[in-house]
């Protein structure tokens, strides 16, 4: 099985919360609810994670604790890297590359616009943008096909095999 980057953006953060900066706004509630399910379903697509690398940030920091519990990875496995936070595609491709280069499946859980911008990135022209303009909406995952280094990934070196979206999954 060639190497897959599991891109997610963290679920829906709410914004009328007494958080004194947008690093500690937690998870709304739909996010608490799309989380785990969004877990579930890539357990069922047998995409479980080698590694998990995520933002510190407390609604990423949320989603990937629940989504690691619906993928049954212990949290033991995950990496709270704060260069993701904010991160442009320099900055999560430094990310990825000090990812151990053994790992077959990586979850990289972060935010928009750097998550987005990795993808097309990586994807090349292949990536086209849905209808609504969102690549990644809150709690999305992009599924890719990559080459066999985490260190050396340029311009258009992925293959983009799928987008999911929360609520095209089963309840």
């Known amino acids: 099985m060639s190497r897959q980057l599991l891109v997610l953006r963290h679920g829906k953060s709410a914004w009328d919360t007494d958080a004194p900066t947008d690093f500690e706004r937690p998870l709304a509630k739909r996010g608490r609810k799309d989380a785990p399910r969004v877990g579930a379903w890539l357990r ?34 995950i990496a709270w890297d704060p260069r ?10 430094s990310v990825l590359a000090d990812c ?56 258009g070196s992925a293959r983009l095999v799928s987008l999911t979206r929360p609520r095209s999954l089963d309840a």
């Open 44 to 77: 069922r697509e047998g995409l479980v994670p080698d590694h998990v690398v995520s933002s510190p940030a407390e609604r990423a920091r949320q989603t990937t604790l629940r989504v690691c519990e619906g993928l049954g990875v212990d949290n033991d496995r």
């Open 100 to 155: 151990p280069q053994q790992a077959k499946t990586i979850l990289l859980v972060g935010h928009n616009p750097g998550l987005e911008t990795l993808v097309e990135y990586l994807g090349g022209e292949d990536v086209e943008i849905p209808e609504d303009g969102k690549l990644l909406p809150t709690a999305a995952v992009a599924r890719l096909e990559m080459p066999e280094s985490w260190a050396d990934l340029e311009e």
């Open 84 to 93: 993701v936070y904010g991160a442009g595609v320099d900055g999560l491709l």
